[in-house]
């Protein structure tokens, strides 16, 4: 089934230390996103990448990178990990941009920090 | 800008009974609306979606919502939930001509054996 893969489903770092968190996809979708959710609360946007084009939020801190090498492939850089980062961190596709298409989600990467 | 409010933040239920979970939307122009379920550890999956054409869209799991323009809502309901319906339910929005998606902050629905 064409769906959006997230690795790791739960992954532990140390305070301070460089965490990559990565999506791929089989929808062939040109949309990536990827929201970060703390608890009990709804996702929020980070960024996301129109084919190569980079989005970047506002609000989003200079510590959230990501890359996209390539359509299938999409990852989140956090450099420097504070405790206030740990959430679970959603990876969605849309084949898209209009506003009609849904998004795609994969099941997350749940981000500790020790 | 647009806006969604989802007012109840947890909705018990008895199993076999129906449920509403209630949303309400603001924007000043058209929109697109979205149903989202999320299970414990996982992600976001779409239930349902209101583009265009009739207001009562029908969706997974035997739900389905109303959009209803002069109210700016869009409740989604069950006739007669199950133990499996048991997750966090997400409204979302989106403008016309916007790529962001707007989402409320969740109703967690707990069924009652």
């Known amino acids: 089934d064409a769906m959006v893969i997230q690795n790791p489903r739960y992954q532990v770092t140390q305070f301070g230390k460089p965490v990559t968190l990565s999506c791929s996809q089989t929808l062939n979708h040109n949309v990536m996103y990827w929201y970060q959710q703390k608890s009990s609360q709804a996702p929020k946007l980070l960024f996301h990448y129109y084919d190569k084009d980079f989005n970047n939020e506002a609000d989003t801190p200079d510590n959230f990178q990501s890359r996209r090498p390539n359509t299938s492939f999409c990852f989140l850089d956090i450099r420097s990990p504070g405790l206030g980062d740990a959430a679970m961190y959603l990876c969605?596709?849309?084949?898209?941009?209009?506003?009609?298409?849904?998004?795609?989600f994969g099941d997350g990467t749940r981000l500790s920090i020790l | 800008a647009q806006s969604v409010t989802q007012l109840d933040s947890q909705v018990p239920v008895f199993e076999e009974a129906p449920v509403e979970l209630r949303c309400n939307y603001s924007s000043s122009v058209s929109v697109y609306l979205f149903w989202y379920v999320q299970y414990p550890n996982q992600g976001l999956q779409l239930l349902l979606k209101?583009?265009?054409?009739?207001?009562l869209v029908k969706g997974i799991n035997g739900f389905e919502a109303e959009f209803n323009k002069s109210q700016t809502s869009f409740h989604l309901r069950k006739p007669s939930v199950h133990i499996s319906d048991t997750a966090e339910y997400f409204c979302?929005?989106?403008?016309?001509?916007?790529?962001?998606?707007?989402f409320g902050t969740g109703t967690r629905l707990t069924i009652i054996p």
């Open positions: 979302a929005v989106r403008d016309f001509g916007n790529e962001k998606l707007t």
């Open positions: 209101y583009l265009s054409g009739s207001t």
């Open positions: 969605a596709t849309s084949m898209g941009r209009q506003a009609n298409q849904p998004q795609h």
